[in-house]
């Protein structure tokens, strides 16, 4: 327990440093970029400097940076020269409805695949797996292309983008929920008609239970557990997606601030949304790996 | 007729990226206003872009970049993973022990975000794609060797060699190296599938080759803005995409299961 957790801030120091060190060794003079294209006298430049600390020896700077980030200070951004976590705090709400929502859609969408399909023979298996094969092959951005020509253009349905309300909502999360839909619909799937081929399986049937009541009451707590060694997979899938989603669909979010931060070379801004990613991931990894003690007794003895 | 089509479309996919004037007679760049957004047909077999230029001919070309850009960062992603795999495999304790750690941090960064610091960090264009992309797969790849040479190292084979006082290098070289690389192909063969994903991606959010380039995922960037007029412009390239990593993705796991069918 106590490891695990050990594990993870180890992990996120690691990343904190690893992001610290890409600072380093970005080309240009950090100096040269926070000048911008604002007046350029020696004198400034000092001022600079001096209020970024950037005269100091490398570690002490190191030391300084992490310190900042344990009070959760993420730094200042180099483009608007407001603080990150400012900068952030605003687009942290979009994001979150976003990835929630296609996770609950994709979630939703891969337990009727797994129940509909499971121990109904080949051709129900043969058309998992290829909604599987599909759902890995095609890019996400695709997705979310062919959802918005159909619903928006053609249909009319859903507005073309933008966050204004639930509707809005709607083809962002399915083209970000969909992929992972087909992926853990089919290790569900899986993991479901192991668990009914089970000797635990024949007793529940020998006790007169119904197939339904031995898929909710026993089978699907084993198909359950595949799905939570791949959560890391789906988290980061859910992070990254979210990134191309929001700029297809025009929404504001963590997304949209991380590429208009590359674009402009404000690394401050890049880094934060990585390291916050990277918070997100070992927290929701470091969660599911408790989560997986409560469904399988088994991992507790 | 199922066994074989993948692979046909693979090798026709190599031949474009090889020899793009097999399929096409027209340059990917010449655009021709008057001709904009023309459907499919007549001249244009795929329609032309929103600068008269032909989709066919994009589609095409854009296969070298788009493939070549998936091997580069594969073949980079694969070296790099083979060899520190091996050094943790083969390093005292503590050093395995911070190299798997190290792993561990990078796979926890999502590959997209990754790639966007890389991109921030190096500039746009496809030498920073091909690293970025590299940056994220080296994990996957260091992960299996690590555990692989971990089996050779106390192989009987490899104890044999050590008696008959053969240096450790040769032995490095001659029987470990050899017995770690089982996996790879497969592994390698799926994760150039990723990697045309994620390159396409890229490229779509403009972190990839500039324009005028064909590439698939930016001509569907392109593309996205005249949807409403012109879906052929997107569906083309999006085919492109979805074909190739299918016909990987399924060739990998055939592969994949010859391999795990092979008695050991």
């Known amino acids: 327990m106590i490891r695990r957790l050990l594990a993870g801030v180890a992990v996120m120091w690691a990343a904190a440093t690893a992001a610290y060190l890409a600072l380093l060794l970005a080309p240009g003079d950090t100096v040269d970029i926070l000048v911008g294209d604002g007046p350029d006298t020696p004198e400034i430049r000092a001022g600079i400097i001096a209020e970024w600390g950037l005269d100091r020896p490398e570690v002490v700077q190191y030391l300084a940076y992490l310190g900042r980030l344990l009070r959760g200070d993420l730094g200042r951004s180099y483009q608007s020269q407001r603080g990150v976590g400012e900068i952030l705090a605003g687009q942290v709400w979009p994001t979150a409805q976003l990835t929630l929502a296609a996770a609950a859609t994709g979630v939703a969408l891969a337990g009727v695949i797994a129940l509909v399909t499971a121990g109904r023979g080949r051709w129900s298996r043969t058309a998992a797996s290829a909604a599987e094969l599909v759902s890995v092959s095609v890019p996400p951005f695709l997705v979310g292309i062919v959802l918005l020509s159909v619903f928006s253009f053609t249909l009319g349905w859903f507005p073309v983008s933008g966050a204004a309300g639930p509707e809005a909502l709607v083809l962002p999360a399915l083209a970000l929920g969909l992929p992972i839909a087909g992926v853990l619909g089919q290790v569900l799937r899986d993991g479901l008609e192991r668990a009914l081929e089970q000797p635990f399986a024949v007793t529940a049937r020998a006790r007169g239970l119904t197939e339904r009541a031995l898929v909710a009451r026993h089978a699907l707590r084993h198909a359950l557990l595949p799905v939570v060694t791949l959560a890391g997979w789906f988290t980061g899938t859910l992070l990254g997606g979210a990134v191309i989603t929001e700029v297809l669909f025009g929404r504001p979010g963590l997304g949209q601030v991380a590429m208009q931060a590359v674009t402009g070379g404000d690394l401050p801004v890049v880094m934060a949304v990585v390291l916050l990613s990277a918070v997100v991931y070992v927290t929701i990894s470091t969660l599911l790996d408790l989560a997986y003690r409560v469904i399988d007794p088994r991992v507790r003895a | ?264």
């Not at chain 2, 296969?63 to 005292?92: E, F, K, N, W, Y």
């Open chain 2, 1 to 264: 007729m199922r066994v074989l089509a993948p692979l046909a479309f693979l090798v026709l996919l190599a031949a474009a990226v090889a020899v793009p004037g097999l399929f096409t007679a027209v340059d990917p760049l010449a655009a021709d206003p008057a001709a904009a957004l023309a459907p499919p047909g007549g001249a244009h077999w795929l329609g032309s872009d929103h600068l008269g230029r032909d989709v066919l001919a994009r589609v095409v070309y854009g296969a070298r970049h788009s493939i070549s850009i998936g091997v580069a960062a594969t073949g980079l992603a694969v070296t790099a993973g083979v060899l520190l795999g091996l050094a943790a495999g083969l390093s005292p304790r503590w050093l395995d022990e911070a190299l798997a750690r190290s792993f561990d941090t990078l796979s926890t960064l999502p590959e997209l975000l990754l790639a966007l610091l890389v991109v921030a960090i190096a500039g746009p264009g496809t030498g920073s794609v091909i690293f970025a992309i590299a940056v994220a797969q080296v994990p996957t790849y260091a992960r299996v060797v690590r555990a692989q040479t971990f089996v050779v190292r106390r192989s009987g084979y490899v104890e044999q060699a050590v008696t008959f006082g053969r240096s450790r290098a040769a032995i490095v070289a001659g029987h470990v190296l050899p017995n770690v690389l089982g996996a790879i192909p497969v592994l390698a063969t799926i994760g150039l599938g990723t990697a045309v994903i994620a390159t396409s991606g890229l490229s779509f959010l403009g972190m990839g080759p500039q324009p005028p380039a064909a590439e698939w995922g930016s001509m569907l960037s392109e593309a996205r803005n005249y949807l409403r007029v012109a879906w052929w412009q997107a569906l083309f390239p999006g085919a492109a995409i979805t074909l190739t990593v299918i016909c990987l993705t399924v060739t990998g796991r055939r592969m994949q299961r010859r391999f795990e069918g092979r008695t050991p």
